[in-house]
């Protein structure tokens, strides 16, 4: 993309209205607009990280087992009268009366709607376990919206649902997402950490939010310091292994937030841990038949007798995820994209634009970087230098081309934006080692 | 994906509140379930479906120099106060007023959100022109919500919005759009027609519908019968090139609905005209300054004098295109894919699933098709033959591979699902013919 004819309105100074770094750099950078308190629309450099962000998401899920299917927004209050929730959720929940009066709401989540669909769908032992999952724009009118997309009201969330016949098939469903979520943030870049959450009156070992680490992230944590070697995407542990035996290793070690820890009881001394900050990227939950039993989701079991499913819950908050990457990858000057989920991979830096010469010899490069398949963001604007290093700091990608001086003699600068190296080598050096990485 | 799996719930009666075809398959076929009235879930293999017609419209914006944001459902009552359309829109308006009682809506729309962030967002004539659209879910709250997907309440659009300095510019923006919508129905395998439609007051050529021919569409249209030869896609034509000839080509064929016809008007005896029924996928728009005026989106001139921005708008019905493309593809027996949006390429029936010698050959097949990346949906179910076939014709994919009594000596049948024409061969033929394809 040739940044002259981008839609990239990018800031020079800082919104006033941005309390967090993410907010911050993602107005500065052109990725969102608010269009009204706590909506926002996505601008379309923002909407590509979404999008990877979704994908990886999605092909995680996938290979999981889970199936993709697509809810509405807008259910009937109905089913969450059935629940018993539709009074409980009180004022976040945004209700809605349709031209017949008929009360509705924007989906703040999806137990019922899915529960619904299921047990109108499904009718023998032999149609279970089953694992279905969507990525859809939820709603919650929070009072006080802030901190940007981290924190909005209509936002975009991957929620799972399993439905098992008996508390076992529960806990491998469970176990599955699981695994699944440490390879899912691990692969966008980021170590997330399962902790231990509330089940309510449930009780066990079977509810986890997923922590990434950032200095300035929302609560404390406490680790045990052989979280920094863990690598689940190293784990030798398919879906249909018995994941017990990893279960085990990732939920022995110990990890709290500030608010569940308790002094003592990590198995080190507490002056051993890790302590630092994190966000909330994920939680995954199992609830056995709170929502199947009112709802009435059952199947005829294989000796005739009906059984209410064993059902869990499983997000994902996806655009909450652009807002937590940036938290945990910037520095001064930007955004600093991990390469799984950067908007483009490459910035190319037109130093010369007014000289045709040079810019004969970037195109050529952009020409070659688009054969190659490289994403890449030309910087052909005839903008002073510093501007063009300032922006494409900001916005944040992994590697930056800058052809000035050195040109006529086929040389650039490729710097790597996380580590701030700049070196000066010939084109073609260049070219392979964006395209080989 | 083993069909054993699949979250596929077929239905094996008509269900009765279905009117129209493709509303009844979408049903039968495990697609979609409905909600709330004109509200419905997609189930996996609908959502495939939507995404691939989602990605073709998606390429073909892209190439077209279109940029893709995503704007968010919930909107702002202000701007479109400030527009005059508030009031206008009446009840197929799902207003909605938050916790703080301030009214929003659920956006039918976008012209005013666009308008609002690029005037906001750009500032001199060098930032256009531009095109930017998404691809979002809207509300429109009909009535009598009916025909399934094809007029349902919460429907997916992609729309572009066109800024153009001058309305030369806002021509050639048009253009690009004619040119991009009959490649991007060209490529779902669907003959669109464009057809001229109202302007409103300001007048000219610059308004056309894309109506796609069904024997069951919802109106009658004449056409010139050189329709037929007509392929956008064999056009030697780009987007930077002079539109203008390729334009006057396909917009001086006669093509009108019944509402629009007017008899001797075709330029050849109406007697030689194409009669048929259609039905409408797309529509485009110039409308000048009808939002930037009261909006105030201008821009300064390379004279320093402020412009407003010529704008034209671009709309096709994603989710509605599901249902018209089985309206425009289906028989007696079940829907029948285009390629290009079919949700598998290849269904894989084993009739001897209770063989262990033939269902090992069956799961060779099967994973050899995926090694070689065909998406294919394998009916390894222990259903009866009859079962397997009438459920594989329902669903309508291109292609079967048929393993019965032949695959002890290595034979299968292949089975086109549009001819109907059915071959015995080898393994290796049916391979070689749907992977090669």
Chains 1, 2 share one sequence.
């Not at 966000?279 to 709802?295: A, D, N, R, W």
């Not at 499913?309 to 930007?334: N, T």
């Not at 903008?383 to 006529?408: H, M, Y």
């Amino acid at each position: 993309m040739r940044l002259s004819q981008y839609f990239l309105p990018t800031l020079k100074e800082n919104p006033t209205e941005a309390q967090i770094v993410s907010h911050r750099l993602m107005l500065r950078a052109g990725l969102v607009r608010q269009t009204s308190a706590g909506i926002y629309a996505w601008l379309p450099m923002g909407y590509r990280v979404l999008r990877k962000i979704e994908q990886i998401v999605r092909e995680g899920q996938d290979e999981a087992g889970a199936q993709e299917v697509l809810m509405p927004t807008i259910q009937p209050a109905e089913l969450w009268q059935q629940s018993g929730r539709y009074e409980v959720y009180g004022k976040e929940m945004l209700r809605i009366k349709d031209r017949h009066e008929r009360e509705m709401l924007y989906g703040p989540t999806n137990e019922e709607m899915i529960t619904d669909i299921f047990r109108t769908s499904v009718k023998t032992y032999r149609d279970v376990p089953k694992n279905l999952y969507h990525i859809q724009w939820k709603f919650r009118d929070e009072v006080r919206p802030r901190f940007g997309v981290m924190r909005g009201r209509e936002f975009l969330m991957k929620d799972a649902y399993s439905f098992d016949l008996t508390k076992e098939g529960a806990r491998i469903s469970y176990q599955k997402m699981f695994l699944s979520y440490l390879r899912i943030f691990a692969r966008m870049g980021l170590q997330a950490i399962p902790m231990q959450a509330d089940t309510g009156p449930i009780g066990g070992d079977m509810s986890h939010e997923f922590i990434i680490l950032a200095e300035t992230g929302e609560s404390g944590v406490f680790c045990h310091p052989d979280w920094i070697k863990t690598d689940p995407l190293k784990e030798p542990v398919g879906y249909n292994d018995d994941l017990n035996p990893f279960f085990e290793k990732y939920t022995s070690l110990y990890a709290a937030t500030d608010e569940k820890h308790k002094p003592g009881a990590a198995g080190i001394p507490d002056s051993e841990l890790l302590q630092a900050r994190g966000i909330e990227v994920g939680h995954i939950f199992y609830f056995g038949t709170k929502y199947s039993q009112p709802l009435g989701a059952k199947v005829t079991g294989p000796n005739g007798d009906l059984i209410t499913l064993e059902m869990g819950s499983y997000g994902i908050g996806v655009s909450r995820l652009v807002g937590a990457i940036i938290e945990a990858c910037h520095d001064e000057a930007g955004i600093i994209w991990p390469e799984a989920v950067a908007p483009y991979k490459v910035g190319l830096l037109n130093l010369k634009a007014n000289d045709a010469a040079a810019t004969k010899i970037c195109d050529e490069i952009y020409t070659m970087l688009q054969q190659a398949g490289v994403e890449v963001l030309y910087d052909d604007r005839d903008e002073r230098a510093g501007t063009k290093f300032a922006d494409c700091d900001l916005v944040g990608l992994p590697w930056q081309i800058i052809g000035g001086r050195g040109l006529d003699k086929g040389m650039v600068e490729l710097k790597n934006r996380k580590s701030g190296e700049r070196t000066e080598i010939s084109i073609e050096d260049a070219l392979n080692k964006v395209i080989g990485k």
